[in-house]
């Protein structure tokens, strides 16, 4: 049988499709036997915990388009009827309400895990950048989905939001007229982003496959930074990391379960409860919680085409990461500068959140403007200069034999090898 | 419950001090009542919004609607069959056109939606001085404070300070922002007359319809934290289990 696939599977159903398709033996290189860092920390539960919130949110998403009305007059009174009349739509729906709330919560652990360890740096630039491009279609699709119950936050984020394309000058206003398709926020923009609302996940889908199978090429990091050496630095991904993640994913649930059973509403804005009016604006319009910070940078500056440009860059700005940290080494253990700065960074992106929930005025304004300057500091000053300043802690030798001491007996492969030469 | 998380986040980062006056300021805070539904244990006094619903009845459905709400709905205070079956047909309610195409009207039925009392917002508005009613099927999750805001409406009305000049038709209430509400004070002592016993005083019905408010936007309340608790305690069964699992798998991994 030429050409054909040599299975090793010993069921005759699994091995007859194996070797005309061979995904069996795929799924047992890719998840089975994959060798993995034996060094991972519970960090590193968290792009799997990401995958599960994805497939949890098609999954209720789904059985909600069944009962939603996409159309300005019957959206919220569609909504209400998934809440009280279909049989467990309440749950489906809280599930999904605060899915988009727990899969943020989970790809900023991830990308904080990233940005910590170095998992950016060179050989997994690209990879990064696939998960940047995975960011920002998550904060189209959740925009989007935040437009469909129709309550007053829904309608007028939507303006405000869709309103930012018009301060790009000359197309900035047929652009707005385009994505409304009229001339205000309407039935046909609700319509419309209900579809890309449900187009959006597939495509999220592919790019996370694309995001997976650029992580299988180069291999995880792992939180010494250091690269694989040799079999003795990996363990099988099966059981080892599929039990380390099932442990993370349990926490995951009960974390998720408090949201969804005994503050369903706790992230939401009491604002939406009341359906879209386009003659009342509310006092403050705030988009939902993972969104403030980028919201704040957008506030922060009194020009709006400075300030959207702005909003825009502080994303765009992740892509070029992996150039603009200037450090060969690629875990914060061993930057001692740098481990310490990244903490002022993610303190800078907090009150950023903080200052985009309040009212642009007063000690606001002054606290956004600082921290928006240095969330910018950091990527494009600090990190290019510290990468050449900063001296950086020995390296271990490899996963296996850490430089400082402790841990257990060296594996018998290991200690064969002289020092020094891994 | 922004606001909740405002107070969590300022507190976290120790700008709460310079931060609360600003919202102080807006309104004041109502203050939190006992209720039954509070906590991840709490349920409804079915009695006290059952009351309450005889309030929504006599008051506050004169203007305001709650279009969410059927009469089959009403199971969920624990009325029996019977019970709602006898309330729908007291009620009348519009059933769409005759043979002649004219608007036709007959008693409602377990499956008919709560009736509104204005055909449509300009009704509504033209009856009420201008103002609109607004429908209270979701009010008491359209609020910040929720059901303690709500209370503090309805308890809240007193006269004017001398210094403050009202808008006409306008009453005074202290905690309404801006002090000024287009509702008149809805309740008054022995305003309805209770079949339990329970003294109606403004207190007693001001608890019981927001009781029954509560239930009207959150009927799933009580099902959902049972669920709550038996999904949290599995999986914390489940963590244990699978800890100890990891533990095993990787007692041989240095």
């Known amino acids: ?422 | 419950m922004m606001r909740a998380l405002r107070q969590l986040l300022a507190a976290a980062l120790l700008v709460g001090a310079a931060a609360a006056p600003a919202w102080a300021q807006e309104a004041p805070r109502p203050s939190a009542q006992r209720w039954s539904f509070d906590g991840p244990f709490g349920s409804f006094d079915l009695a006290a919004a059952q009351r309450g619903f005889q309030v929504y009845s006599e008051v506050c459905s004169l203007c305001h609607s709650m279009q969410y709400l059927h009469y089959r709905d009403l199971e969920g205070i624990g009325l029996t069959d019977d019970q709602i079956k006898a309330i729908a047909a007291a009620v009348t309610v519009p059933q769409g056109v005759d043979d002649q195409g004219s608007p036709k009207e007959g008693p409602a039925t377990p499956a008919s939606q709560f009736r509104s009392p204005f055909p449509n917002e300009q009704a509504a508005r033209a009856a009420q001085n201008g103002a609109l009613p607004p429908d209270l099927s979701l009010i008491v999750n359209a609020r910040e404070g929720h059901a303690d805001y709500i209370y503090a409406i309805l308890t809240g009305y007193a006269d004017p300070p001398p210094s403050m000049q009202m808008q006409d038709g306008m009453n005074y209430n202290k905690m309404f922002p801006g002090h000024q509400i287009a509702m008149p004070p809805p309740l008054q002592d022995g305003r309805v007359t209770y079949a339990d016993g329970t003294p109606a005083t403004v207190e007693q019905m001001a608890h019981d319809v927001v009781t029954f408010l509560t239930w009207a936007a959150n009927p799933e309340m009580v099902q959902r934290k049972q669920i709550g608790w038996r999904w949290v305690l599995f999986f914390l069964i489940m963590t244990g289990l699978t800890y100890a699992v990891k533990r095993k798998v990787w007692a041989d991994v240095h």
């Open chain 1, 1 to 422: 049988m030429a050409g054909q696939h040599k299975s090793e599977f010993s069921n005759p159903l699994i091995n007859w499709i194996d070797t005309r398709l061979p995904i069996f033996t795929m799924m047992q290189q890719e998840y089975g036997s994959f060798p993995t860092p034996k060094n991972f920390n519970y960090f590193w539960n968290f792009g799997a915990l990401a995958m599960v919130v994805m497939m949890i949110m098609i999954a209720t998403g789904i059985f909600l388009a069944m009962n939603y009305q996409p159309n300005s007059e019957l959206a919220f009174g569609s909504v209400q009827h998934i809440m009280r009349d279909v049989n467990y739509g309440w749950l489906i729906r809280y599930v999904h309400q605060n899915g988009g709330s727990m899969f943020f919560i989970v790809t900023y652990i991830h990308i904080f895990r990233g940005m910590y360890y170095g998992s950016y740096k060179s050989p997994r630039e690209l990879l990064w950048m696939i998960g940047v491009v995975i960011l920002l279609i998550m904060m189209a699709t959740a925009f989007m989905g935040y437009v469909l119950p129709w309550g007053q936050m829904s309608y007028w984020g939507a303006t405000v939001i869709t309103n930012l394309f018009s301060a790009f000058p000359i197309v900035g206003k047929g652009i707005v007229t385009w994505l409304w398709g009229g001339f205000s926020v309407d039935s046909p923009t609700l319509n419309r982003f209900f579809s890309l609302h449900y187009l959006l996940p597939f495509v999220l889908v592919g790019v996370v496959f694309l995001h997976v199978a650029a992580l299988h090429v180069v291999g995880s990091n792992n939180p010494l930074g250091i690269d694989v050496k040799s079999p003795q630095d990996t363990l099988p991904f099966h059981p080892y990391y599929t039990v380390k993640d099932s442990v993370g994913l349990c926490v995951f649930f009960i974390v998720y379960a408090v949201l969804v059973f005994f503050a369903p509403n706790f992230l939401g804005d009491a604002n939406n409860f009341i359906p879209a009016n386009p003659l009342q604006t509310p006092a403050d319009i705030v988009p939902e919680w993972y969104l403030l910070p980028y919201y704040a940078i957008l506030r922060s500056v009194p020009n709006k085409l400075l300030g959207v440009c702005m909003m825009f860059g502080s994303i765009f700005v992740l892509f070029v990461l992996p150039w603009l940290d200037t450090s060969p080494v690629r875990s914060a253990r061993f930057r001692p500068i740098y481990r310490q700065i990244i903490w002022v960074w993610v303190v800078s992106f907090v009150i950023l959140g903080y200052c985009g929930m309040n009212k642009p005025e007063g000690i606001y304004v002054i606290l956004s403007r600082v921290a928006t300057l240095y969330y910018f500091l950091h990527f494009l000053v600090i990190l290019p200069i510290l990468g050449k300043l900063e001296r950086p802690l020995p390296l271990p030798e490899s996963i296996s034999r850490p430089v400082t001491g402790g841990g257990g007996p060296l594996p018998s492969g290991a200690t064969a090898k002289p020092m020094g030469k891994a």
